[in-house]
């Protein structure tokens, strides 16, 4: 399945789509809703939606900005379609959207979710307060409308918003979010959670979190959470101390971020009953995501 996000995140998952299929098939767990407390540009949650995998997506974001994209996408397709295909892609609408984005607070969600967008597709890496591509002077080898093909982007809109009624937005902290779905979520469900890494969190995400923030959540998912559950984070001791006991994992990544390229190793980790596809096997056609390489 070609890209299903509109949207550019430094360490996307939507690579590891494979493997969360055979996690589902393994442990049985097709047709579930499928649960991303941190869903970001949320490509895994839709290829999973969209290949038929699962059948329900919740996907939060604390970032009201990135809330208010998906609201766009999901509430206005239409409207957001028309403006992105109406809407030059200039210097000039570059520090329009930014101004909206600055005062996002108080934004009106529909032109925060646009001003995102054009933010996202126009900026280094995607990152939302990084400079514009070429620079303000557009000097630079590749112009602000390098990623911004607004067709292509326009069907991605469209593709999504045909599974509309299966996708459910929340703009909540993580915990908050998933205390307050739970009572309501079929026991045959999935939650993935990708938050913010440890060591580099401050220099990617703008709602990067304490050591504190990671324990609390870790101590509510192992202790609280009784749905089926898998979390990932950057190979830190903080998070080896903080999921001991469960059943761990360990991928090997590559991403590009402020246009540097990045390896690493990623801890997984797993709740219990919850059955690990091996990948270890060269043999095996889901080893790929396990040494995938992630463009932002």
Same mark, same amino acid.
């Given at each position: 399945?070609?890209?299903?996000?509109?949207?550019?995140?430094?360490?996307?998952?939507?690579? =590891?789509?494979?493997?969360?299929?055979?996690l589902i098939a393994q442990n049985r767990?097709?047709?579930?809703?499928?649960?991303?407390?941190?869903?970001?540009?949320?490509?895994?949650?839709?290829?999973?939606?969209? /290949?038929?995998?699962?059948?329900?997506?919740?996907?939060?974001?604390?970032?009201?900005?990135?809330?208010?994209?998906?609201?766009?996408?999901?509430?206005?397709?239409?409207? =957001?379609?028309?403006?992105?295909?109406?809407?030059?892609?200039?210097? #000039?609408?570059?520090?329009?959207?930014?101004?909206?984005?600055?005062?996002?607070?108080?934004?009106?969600?529909? #032109?925060?979710?646009?001003?995102?967008?054009? =933010?996202?597709?126009?900026?280094?890496?995607?990152?939302?307060?990084?400079?514009?591509?070429?620079?303000?002077?557009?000097?630079?080898?590749?112009?602000?409308?390098?990623?911004?093909?607004?067709?292509?982007?326009?069907?991605?809109?469209?593709?999504?918003?045909?599974?509309?009624?299966?996708?459910?937005?929340?703009?909540?902290?993580?915990v908050d979010f998933l205390q307050d779905?739970?009572?309501?979520?079929?026991?045959?469900?999935?939650?993935?959670?990708?938050?913010?890494?440890?060591?580099?969190?401050?220099?990617?995400?703008?709602?990067?979190?304490?050591?504190?923030?990671?324990?609390?959540?870790?101590?509510?998912?192992?202790?609280?959470?009784?749905?089926?559950?898998?979390?990932?984070?950057?190979?830190?001791?903080?998070?080896?101390?903080?999921?001991?006991?469960?059943?761990?994992?360990?991928?090997?990544?590559?991403?590009?971020?402020?246009?540097?390229?990045?390896?690493?190793?990623?801890?997984?980790?797993?709740?219990?009953?919850?059955?690990?596809?091996?990948?270890? /096997?060269?043999? /095996?056609?889901?080893?790929?995501?396990?040494?995938?390489?992630?463009?932002?």
């Amino acid at each position: 399945m070609a890209n299903c996000t509109p949207l550019r995140y430094p360490g996307g998952k939507a690579r =590891l789509r494979p493997y969360l299929e055979r996690l589902i098939a393994q442990n049985r767990l097709y047709d579930a809703h499928y649960v991303e407390p941190f869903c970001g540009g949320a490509g895994l949650a839709l290829e999973l939606l969209m /290949s038929y995998t699962v059948s329900t997506i919740h996907i939060n974001d604390l970032d009201r900005a990135v809330y208010a994209f998906w609201y766009s996408v999901t509430k206005r397709t239409d409207a =957001l379609c028309a403006k992105i295909s109406d809407t030059p892609c200039t210097m #000039d609408t570059w520090h329009e959207q930014r101004a909206v984005w600055v005062n996002r607070a108080k934004a009106n969600l529909f #032109d925060l979710g646009f001003a995102t967008f054009f =933010l996202n597709r126009t900026n280094r890496s995607g990152i939302l307060d990084a400079g514009v591509i070429g620079g303000k002077n557009q000097t630079g080898q590749w112009k602000l409308d390098a990623r911004y093909n607004r067709d292509e982007l326009v069907a991605r809109i469209r593709a999504i918003g045909q599974f509309r009624s299966r996708i459910h937005i929340y703009n909540k902290e993580a915990v908050d979010f998933l205390q307050d779905l739970q009572p309501d979520l079929p026991r045959k469900s999935l939650v993935y959670l990708d938050p913010p890494y440890v060591e580099k969190g401050p220099g990617l995400y703008l709602n990067h979190h304490s050591e504190e923030d990671h324990r609390q959540l870790a101590q509510w998912v192992t202790r609280k959470l009784r749905r089926p559950w898998m979390v990932s984070y950057d190979a830190h001791p903080l998070i080896r101390e903080c999921y001991d006991g469960h059943t761990q994992a360990e991928m090997n990544f590559h991403y590009s971020a402020h246009g540097n390229a990045r390896r690493g190793t990623e801890l997984v980790y797993f709740s219990d009953g919850l059955v690990p596809p091996d990948m270890t /096997s060269r043999n /095996s056609r889901h080893h790929q995501p396990w040494e995938a390489y992630e463009t932002a």
